[in-house]
């Protein structure tokens, strides 16, 4: 009977009932509240349901992130295994692969003035640096949070592992790719606040073709430029570039198949995960995560309203040719910020058509965050 009475009060206790803490309780909350917003709301679901699900997963069962160092038995938790490919860089430059695989830079190279409006957005992250120095954090780890401005995910994660702020890697990575989810919330109450009716109503001329020789050339030459110039970016925009001649060159349909489709989604899973497991309570509910969440909250929103206030500039430029929405795109977060600029034109002018034109800036803003990145490396010496 003692025997039983023993067995039975074991394993009550094994149930994570027992070792559930009000933080624990909280995040579980989050997480819900996540999978609502992906499952119910549509809000980028590819990017949040595996962030939230991994989030469930450790504040319920905490072993699922265990490292080597600490197992009793020199295994790691299943996670810990996805999140090492996230230190390593790994995950985010196979993102980069896919992302080029499966976007046309086509309106890029017609209208090279969407650099401009893609490098404007990038203010935001000069802006999060600062502030987040002023919040206290050493230089690294300013830079490493500095890019959740871009809203980008995979490079916000290459960054803080490149620069050793692993402590930091969790939050910076769940608020870059929250922001990037958020994006159809976040910016268009700052584009209506910026821009006025007439200017949101703008039509933009039609792109002029552009050939698939240049679509070819394009990739190989950004990479020699910028890698010759900062060869730190190599890993993100290397791939970016190497995903997007697969594309374009029209010879390796397999590979383009594969980066663009099963690889992406393969990575999305094992990234999404892992992302959201590094958000136990313990290592996410403290002031130093609750500032970065608020920096990087903050320096998007900046980054949004410099590449509007751009997009003003050239439609003042060029005598009301261009639509200052569009350069709200200028962030990373390819090509749900071109989505919102389409929407927020739209809802103005049904027949406006701003998708194409927004893409301009949008995949210069990936480029830009990249090499920012870069940039950050090569001030520490980081290679």
């Given amino acids: 009977m003692d025997y039983i009475s023993n067995t039975l009060d074991n394993l009550v206790h094994q149930t994570a ?21 992906a499952i119910a709301k549509g809000f980028e679901p590819l990017l949040l349901t595996p962030i939230a699900f991994g989030m469930l ?102 960054l803080a592992g490149k620069l050793g702020q692993t402590a930091l890697l969790g939050p910076i990575a769940v608020a870059a790719y929250s922001y990037m989810s958020l994006v159809p919330i976040i910016q268009p109450p700052i584009m209506k606040l910026l821009t006025t009716k007439k200017e949101r109503s703008i039509k ?40 997007n001649l697969f594309k374009e060159s029209g010879v390796v349909r397999q590979l383009t198949d594969t980066a663009s489709n099963a690889l992406m989604y393969i990575v999305v899973i094992i990234l999404g995960t892992s992302v959201g497991a590094t958000t136990s309570a313990e290592a996410f509910l403290n002031k130093e995560t609750l500032a970065i969440v608020v920096l990087g909250l903050v320096a998007f929103a900046f980054g949004t309203a410099a590449g509007v206030l751009f997009g ?8 009301g040719k261009v639509n200052p929405l569009i350069g709200s795109a200028g962030v990373s977060a390819v090509p749900m910020a071109a989505r919102v600029s389409q929407k927020v034109g739209a809802e103005e002018d049904p027949s406006n058509f701003l998708l194409m034109h927004a893409m301009g800036p949008n995949v210069a803003g990936v480029i830009g965050t990249a090499v920012a990145a870069g940039t950050f490396m090569a001030v520490f010496g980081v290679f």
């Fill in 17 to 37: 009932f027992f070792n559930l803490s009000w933080g624990n309780a909280l995040m579980i909350i989050v997480a819900c509240v996540f999978l609502y917003l």
């Fill in 204 to 243: 933009m001329g039609q792109l002029r073709p552009v050939s698939k020789l240049e679509k070819i050339l394009f990739p190989i030459v950004v990479t020699i430029v910028v890698c010759l110039i900062l060869p730190t970016t190599a890993p993100l925009v290397g791939m970016l570039m190497l995903g």
């Fill in 57 to 158: 997963l450790v504040n319920i069962y905490p072993d699922i992130m265990l490292s080597i160092e600490d197992s009793s038995n020199g295994v790691g938790g299943l996670l810990y295994y996805f999140y090492l490919l996230d230190e390593w860089a790994i995950l985010p430059s196979l993102i980069f692969m896919g992302v080029g695989a499966m976007t046309d830079f086509g309106p890029l190279i017609a209208n090279p003035k969407s650099f401009l409006l893609g490098a404007a957005a990038q203010f935001g992250i000069f802006s999060a640096y600062f502030g987040a120095i002023a919040f206290g954090f050493n230089d690294k780890a300013a830079a490493a949070i500095s890019i959740i401005g871009g809203a980008d995910g995979p490079t916000s994660i290459f």
């Fill in 312 to 319: 003003k500039l050239m439609c003042i430029a060029t005598k």
